[in-house]
Nanobody
Framework: QVQLVESGGGLVQPGGSLRLSCKAYRFAFSNAAMSWYRQAPGKEREFVASITSTGGTTNYADSTKGRFTISRDNAANTVYLQMNSLKAEDTAVYYC????????WGQGTQVTVSS
């Protein structure tokens, strides 16, 4: 079945950077719109960024615009999220989401921003 596998999370100090990856298996990745969402403790899952199948259009939540960059490599079936200038409020589990016909989610990767 379809699998989306996130990696790259961890502990980082405020102001630091992390790069998340999400690799797709058994999925028509190059036809799919891909997104990143996040869920902080006690809060609902929220949209972070999205990218169209060709990578031609990206969208960002207001809270991440200018600090985060979403990109994709269709040859590698992988979508990335480069996160710079990280803040404590970016602490959350980050999920990869793929949309092609139906929606698929990854298992999530923890990002903790703390000194």
């Amino acid at each position: 079945q379809v699998q989306l596998v996130e990696s790259g999370g961890g502990l980082v100090q405020p102001g630091g950077s992390l790069r998340l990856s999400c690799k797709a298996y058994r999925f028509a990745f190059s036809n799919a719109a891909m997104s990143w969402y996040r869920q902080a403790p006690g809060k609902e899952r929220e949209f972070v960024a999205s990218i169209t199948s060709t990578g031609g259009t990206t969208n960002y939540a207001d809270s991440t615009k200018g600090r985060f960059t979403i990109s994709r490599d269709n040859a590698a079936n992988t979508v990335y999220l480069q996160m710079n200038s990280l803040k404590a409020e970016d602490t959350a589990v980050y999920y990869c989401r793929g949309l092609y016909g139906s929606v698929h989610w990854g298992q999530g990767t923890q990002v903790t921003v703390s000194s």
